[in-house]
T-cell receptor
Framework: GQQLNQSPQSMFIQEGEDVSMNCTSS?????WLWYKQDPGEGPVLLIA?????ELTSNGRLTAQFGTTRKDSFLNISASIPSDVGIYFC?????????????FGQGTELSVKP | DGGITQSPKYLFRKEGQNVTLSCEQN?????MYWYRQDPGQGLRLIYY???????QKGDIAEGYSVSREKKESFPLTVTSAQKNPTAFYLC???????????FGQGTRLTVV
């Protein structure tokens, strides 16, 4: 099935550092979503993007919908230990056959105090 | 409070047995989804349903079955035909005209 290419797969950073991760696809998307998953829990929605070029913030998190509609990135500024978890991008294709949400492979973030 | 409830949290199954995972939502969402998550992999779509009494196969539907008799409920049966069922299963729902999925807490299925 269709997949999003999310990178990096994992990151090990020091508390206070900024983090950047991105998702790319060969197809055009009309929606990009970013989720965070804590161990053993379901993903929680962080940011939703609906227009090409859109830049949206949620506290220390900032995400952008790429102008080509084929990519998106998520930045986390001044990381803290509770940022630890797996971050997923998700998207819905422009010419989608029925409402499927497609997910990236995830970026596992570890923060060292 | 509105939300999505998956049960049980942990489930153990003997090889050759069918098992059903429950997913209930009181958000009045039309669409519901089942995803499978394996370590180091993203979420893979098993089945989804956009309206009652209708559902479509996702990317990895083999060995699974679903029903959608009520708007609130979308149970997933893992059949004995699923050769590698040990995984974390996530249910999600989306309201009409939206793409923002809300997830349940997940069910961890282990075959013993």
């Amino acid at each position: 099935g269709q997949q999003l290419n999310q990178s990096p797969q994992s990151m090990f950073i020091q508390e206070g550092e900024d983090v950047s991760m991105n998702c790319t696809s060969s197809s055009i998307f009309n929606t990009w979503l970013w989720y965070k998953q804590d161990p053993g829990e379901g993903p929680v929605l962080l940011i939703a993007l609906y227009k090409a070029g859109e830049l949206t913030s949620n506290g220390r998190l900032t995400a952008q919908f790429g102008t080509t509609r084929k990519d998106s990135f998520l930045n986390i500024s001044a990381s803290i230990p509770s940022d630890v978890g797996i971050y997923f991008c998700a998207g819905q294709l422009v010419y989608n056959q029925g409402g499927k949400l497609i997910f990236g492979q995830g970026t596992e973030l570890s923060v060292k105090p | 409070d509105g939300g999505i409830t998956q049960s049980p949290k942990y489930l153990f199954r003997k090889e050759g047995q069918n098992v059903t995972l429950s997913c209930e939502q009181n958000l009045n969402h039309d669409a519901m989804y089942w995803y499978r998550q394996d370590p180091g992999q993203g979420l893979r779509l098993i089945y989804y349903s956009q309206i009652v009494n209708d559902f479509q196969k996702g990317d990895i539907a083999e060995g699974y079955s679903v029903s959608r008799e009520k708007k609130e409920s979308f149970p997933l049966t893992v059949t004995s035909a699923q050769k590698n069922p040990t995984a974390f299963y996530l249910c999600a729902s989306i309201r009409s005209r939206s793409t923002e999925a809300f997830f349940g807490q997940g069910t961890r299925l282990t075959v013993v």
